[in-house]
Each structure stands twice: as structure tokens, then as C-alpha cells.
């Protein structure tokens, strides 16, 4: 049985659907006056004010006696009245999100942006697919069938020469260069002064990167990642087979912040080679599963030294780039990433952004992981009713399709799948690779026309002054609510969740906490991301593969990582010990050198992440489902519970 908390949840609405005067934002709550301050003040004073009024003085130590989800969001609303500033993003989330609230799913196990809404791919699909620009003599074509929810595009994989695509392009549908301008744009990306190419996934960006960077002259690869990535192990495996010189940042114990002295070390380290680069130094501004924020000097420090910067910016939050400040600090090279729709398969592509004046420096490589964007693959029905007459195929043409791309046989994939497995974990906001499936390019024409809309207000493609525009409606609304209102929502949600995380506490063992967290805790610039372990009474870790598939059960989507690079003082030698875990299928092969070894040691931890579109009831959902762990025989319930469904016993 659910505890009391989690059943008042389904009872209570918190995401503006309805017309609660206090739950409910249709409008905005009356705001709590307070006395004005300055900026800095703000900041010395949040982490203390939020300790000391959330749950003053309390402890729960049984899942029974967590507050209620309205109790909970009226203290909530008490320490941040300006939470209620932010009341579009509930009607946002209630108007064009509401698979959310019909599947009753919290969704916290990645970072990303969506580029589409749900209400968008529902219009989308309930249409009928007529072109209005198709002559009156053409035959109509078909609707697509109702119950199929697929993306508007999907991608086709190439090899080429990255450093060829970036110099002289190719051939770029309507399509990709409409979601190229639109990406740009979002990013405050100058096409004056970057080229971009699409590619599979993150993982795929820095692989092909780290294929066509000169390693040969500009020998070493420094990194600045407290967790193990799949992207980053694939650009640290290119690099060392051309023989680079791989460094990282470490950090230091318990609060995994930046070893300053030794990251500064490596970065003014003396190159023998003068007239070149020192090398690549890969910088992710802040940690996308501990929340730890890294400080901007540190790219300013390594490009007076003689580096090329890499930003890796898909752990960033939306309209994060307004306040970076990419126009002062130019970097060299900028991946991102986007998925298609918020609460759905996170499938998407990566993008890989080069300074115009460094792509004559990237080295020949035929590499793969570049993909094209093709129209999304619904149904084969189109293809009958496909009349192929030049009429056709010149509308066709004008949707983005070239006649030789007509005629070819390039092989199509489908949607791709959900996020990427690597050693059993989960990466965050990663997508995978799915395998190719051959198709003719006359069946992809023919799908082209789902892309139009009848509708001005459905429309996901529109041609204005003879300019194919895409609509992105995910990106439109982060536009519309702005970098301030984003991020207070995600500060206000983030801190509630780490203080009612530390006040619950194992009964009848001295208040032994259940959660232990790794990073930053309260903090007013921590990102909007947390990496902890759950330990029973006693003392004993409870693993995080369990931990997530039980939040599954929980219609709860959590993930989980492996922190690594930790440095421990002398004060915390003997914890040392105790702490770190050797990691458990990990990268194939023996470990052949110190820095494999070291890498090897850490810490598998959980991890959650709040999304643009996150509110107080995903948080409390988490809260209330963490805290079962405070009833001894939770695990071993959920054993049996398993057993009993004729499921797979879960192993711990």
C-alpha cells in the first residue's frame, strides 16, 4: 500500500488544470511582501532562510508522517513567493503537456529541451494532411492513422569528411537548414561566425570531434567532468589512439568541488610546441548529475594559455545561453543536444558547433555519426496514393526534397530509441543510435507532405516570403517565459528538494539520515540537478539500479550515474576507503594505465534532474516515494510485490 502522502497526490492539482485558489495557477498567488534587497544579500541569505523555514526543527523518520502535498506546497509558497511569478509554465504544462497529467508520470531522469510540444504532435496528427499549396486536380492524400504518435522528423546516418561538410556544406534540405536557423537562433549562435553540422547523438559529436582534431600537433585532451560520460570516454578513446595526452580535473571531498590548484596546474602547463595549440580543453559549465556550477574563468584562464575550448553545453537549462555571454568568451567548439518532446522517448540529435576560423585546423577524417533530417516515417499508405507525376514531385521539391535525393536508395532509421545504457547506467539527456532500416528515398518523398498543416496554428513547417520555417513550439514557449522566471523556478524547486530530502532520518538509530548527497546541497546557484545514495538503518548502501526500478513502479523516472575523479584531504583518508567502490561493467578491456585505474574508482550514485517544466508535485511525488525507504521492510516488500506479478525478482 501507498503511504497516505502519495494518495493525497492524485488528489490534489498543482500544474494549473485547476481552478484551486491555491494550488491551482490560472492566476497568480497573492505574493508575500517582503522587505527588498540587493542581489548579493539575496544570495547570502537563501541557503540559511531555507534551512531554517522549511521544516524548522522537524525530522520525519516514518513515511506515514510526511505532511500532506497541500501542506507541503503552503510552506513551500511561504519561503518562496516568487515561485508564483511562474505560473505560465503550470498553464504551459497543463495546455500543451497534458500526456503528463494523464499518465501521472514524473519524469526526472534527464536535462534537455524539447523542441515540440505534445498538443503540437496531437493537432499534428489528428489533421488532415493537405498541403495548401497542392493544385485542386491533385489527388488528396491520405491522413495518417489517428493512434500513431511519432516524431515529425527522424534521421538518416552519412559518412563524410566533417571538416569538408564544415568548409563547403552539401546538400541541405529545406528542412534541416529551416531547424538549423532555428537552433542558432535559439542559441544566440551567430551563423557568421560558427558552422554546424547534426549529428546522431552527443555520444556521436565528440567522437567526431576528437576524430578530426589535430591531436598529432596540439597533443593533449584536458577534461573537467566529476562523472562518468559516454561521450567524453568516446573523445578520450579517439584521442589516445592518435596519441594525445589525456588529463583531468579532479574534485575534492565531500562536496566535489574543483581541485583549483591542480586544474590550474594543468591548464598553464609549458607545451614544447610554441607555434600551436596546447590542445582541447572539454569544459561542461556545470555537473548534469551533481548540480555543481563551474566558474566561466576557468575558459578565459585555458584560452590565455593557449587552449582551444570545447563547451559542452547539454547539461545547460533553457535561455541558460542569454546569460553565458558566448560572444565575449567565443569558444572554439559547442555541442548541445535536443529531444523531440518533454515526457516522451527523449530521442533527438546533437548538434556540433565549429568557429569558422578553426575549422581549417580540424584534420581529414572520414568519420560516421553525422546525420541528415528526413521527414518523420508514418505510414507506407502515402506511397500507394502517391500519384508520382511531376507535379508531385515538384511540390515535393519545394518541401525540401531534391530530385536526386528522389531517386536515390539512402538508408532511412527510424525513431530513435529511448536514452543510451552504457555499463548498466543511464546517461542523462543522451540518446542512442538506432539500428538503420533500408527504405527508398521515393517512400521518404512521399511522406514529406505530413509535414504540412492545413492550419496555421498546427503547422510544423510554413513557407513565409519564400522562407521554410519550422515551428517549434518547446522552444517558443522557453522563449516566452525568459531566463529569469526559468530560473527561479528550477532554484526554488531544487533547494526544497535537497532540505525535505535531509530531514528524513532512520527511527530508534541516533536519527541516522536515509539520504546521503554528493555535490553542492543548498545553494543559490547549484544547477537544477542532484546525485545521492540511499543507506538503510543499518548504515548499509541501498543500490541505485534498485532505487530507480522501484521509482519506475512508482511511475517515477529516475536514472543513475557513476561519479569519479575524487579527491580525498587527509582529513578524509580513512572515509576514503569506505566510500569509494571499484566501477562494475565498465569500459571493456583490462585497465592498462594510472589514469584508466583511477577513473575506475568511484561512486554509483542516483540521480534526478528538473526539467523546464518540472513543478512542486514532481518534487513531493520524488519526496513522498523516497521516504518508503525509511520503512525497514520496504525492499523486501517490493521483492515479494514483484514475485507475486509473476515479474523478475529484482536483484540487489
Not at 547570502?44 to 520525519?60: C, D, E, M, V
Not at 536526386?404 to 543511464?426: A, C, K, W, Y
Amino acid at each position: 500500500m501507498q503511504p497516505r502522502c502519495l494518495k493525497e497526490v492524485s488528489q490534489a492539482c498543482l500544474s494549473g488544470c485547476c481552478p484551486s485558489p491555491i494550488l491551482g495557477f490560472s492566476e497568480p498567488l497573492n505574493k508575500i511582501s517582503k522587505p527588498r534587497s540587493t542581489s548579493a544579500t539575496c544570495r547570502q541569505n537563501f541557503a540559511k532562510t531555507t534551512t531554517s523555514s522549511i521544516f524548522p526543527n522537524t525530522h520525519f523518520t516514518n513515511p506515514e508522517s510526511l505532511p500532506s502535498l497541500q501542506e507541503s506546497f503552503n510552506g513551500f509558497i511561504k519561503v518562496y513567493p516568487q515561485y508564483s511569478d511562474t505560473y505560465q509554465v503550470d498553464q504551459t504544462r497543463a495546455q500543451e503537456y497534458n500526456h503528463l497529467a494523464i499518465s501521472n508520470h514524473t519524469c526526472l531522469d534527464y536535462i534537455g529541451i524539447g523542441l515540440f510540444s505534445y498538443a503540437q504532435l496531437q493537432k499534428h496528427d489528428s489533421e488532415k494532411q493537405i498541403p495548401p499549396s497542392a493544385s485542386a486536380s491533385s489527388p488528396p492524400l491520405p491522413s495518417p492513422p489517428q493512434n500513431m504518435h511519432l516524431p515529425f522528423f527522424s534521421v538518416s546516418y552519412k559518412t563524410g569528411n566533417l571538416k569538408t561538410q564544415l568548409l563547403h556544406g552539401g546538400q541541405e534540405s529545406a528542412l534541416e537548414s529551416a531547424m538549423k536557423k532555428r537552433i542558432m537562433r535559439f542559441l544566440s549562435v551567430s551563423e557568421n561566425d560558427y558552422s554546424m553540422v547534426f549529428t546522431a547523438n552527443r555520444t556521436s559529436a565528440f567522437k567526431l570531434l576528437a576524430e578530426s582534431y589535430p591531436f598529432k600537433t596540439s597533443r593533449k585532451l584536458l577534461t573537467v567532468y566529476d562523472y562518468e560520460s559516454e561521450a567524453v570516454e568516446a573523445m578520450i578513446n579517439s584521442s589516445e589512439k592518435k596519441g594525445a595526452q589525456v588529463m583531468s580535473a579532479e574534485f575534492s571531498w565531500p562536496r566535489l568541488r574543483i581541485q583549483s590548484a591542480k586544474l590550474r596546474k594543468m591548464v598553464e602547463m609549458k607545451s614544447k610546441r610554441k607555434k600551436t595549440k596546447r590542445g582541447l580543453f572539454v569544459f561542461p559549465l556545470h555537473s548534469r548529475m551533481t548540480g555543481a556550477r563551474y566558474p566561466y574563468s576557468w575558459m578565459n584562464i585555458a584560452n590565455e594559455n593557449g587552449w582551444h575550448i570545447l563547451i559542452d553545453a547539454c547539461a545547460l537549462g533553457p535561455k541558460d545561453m542569454d546569460s553565458f555571454g558566448l560572444s565575449l568568451i567565443r569558444p572554439d567548439f559547442l555541442i548541445c543536444s535536443f529531444y523531440k518532446i518533454f515526457g516522451e522517448n527523449p530521442s533527438g540529435f546533437g548538434c556540433l558547433f565549429v568557429k569558422k576560423s578553426t575549422v581549417p585546423l580540424l584534420e581529414d577524417s572520414v568519420s560516421a555519426g553525422m546525420v541528415s533530417l528526413v521527414p518523420a516515417k508514418k505510414t507506407f499508405r502515402l506511397l500507394d496514393e502517391f500519384s508520382g507525376t511531376d507535379s508531385d514531385f515538384e511540390h515535393l521539391s519545394k518541401l525540401g526534397l531534391q530530385e536526386d535525393e528522389l531517386d536515390s536508395s539512402n538508408s532511412f532509421s527510424g525513431p530513435i530509441s529511448s536514452q543510451t545504457m552504457h555499463s548498466g547506467r543511464v546517461e542523462q539527456g543522451e540518446t542512442s543510435e538506432s539500428q538503420t532500416t533500408g527504405t527508398t528515398a521515393k517512400q521518404e518523398a512521399s511522406k514529406t507532405s505530413e509535414i504540412v498543416e492545413s492550419g496555421k496554428s498546427a503547422e510544423v513547417m510554413r513557407q513565409e516570403n519564400g522562407i521554410l520555417e519550422i515551428e517549434c513550439r518547446g522552444l517558443d514557449q522557453v522563449d516566452s517565459l525568459g531566463l529569469t522566471r526559468i530560473s527561479n523556478r528550477a532554484r526554488c524547486l531544487i533547494n526544497w528538494m535537497v532540505n525535505a530530502l535531509l530531514k528524513l532520518k532512520h527511527p530508534n538509530t541516533e536519527e541516522i539520515p536515509l539520504v546521503r548527497i554528493y555535490g553542492p546541497r543548498v545553494k543559490f546557484d547549484r544547477g537544477p540537478a542532484l546525485a545521492f545514495n540511499l543507506f538503510d538503518w543499518k548504515g548499509e548502501k541501498v543500490e541505485a539500479p534498485l532505487v530507480q526500478k522501484l521509482a519506475d513502479r512508482s511511475n517515477i523516472s529516475l536514472s543513475y550515474g557513476f561519479l569519479h575523479h575524487i579527491s580525498f584531504s587527509d582529513e578524509y583518508e580513512e572515509e576514503k576507503a569506505t566510500v569509494l567502490e571499484k566501477r562494475v561493467n565498465g569500459a571493456k578491456g583490462t585497465v592498462t594505465n594510472k589514469r584508466k585505474e583511477k577513473a575506475g574508482l568511484g561512486i554509483t550514485v542516483v540521480t534526478v534532474a528538473l526539467g523546464v517544466l518540472a513543478n512542486f508535485e514532481d518534487t513531493y511525488r520524488f519526496w513522498a516515494f523516497i521516504a518508503q525507504f525509511l520503512d525497514a521492510d520496504f525492499v523486501e516488500k517490493a521483492k515479494w510485490r514483484y514475485t507475486a506479478l509473476n515479474q523478475k525478482t529484482v536483484e540487489v
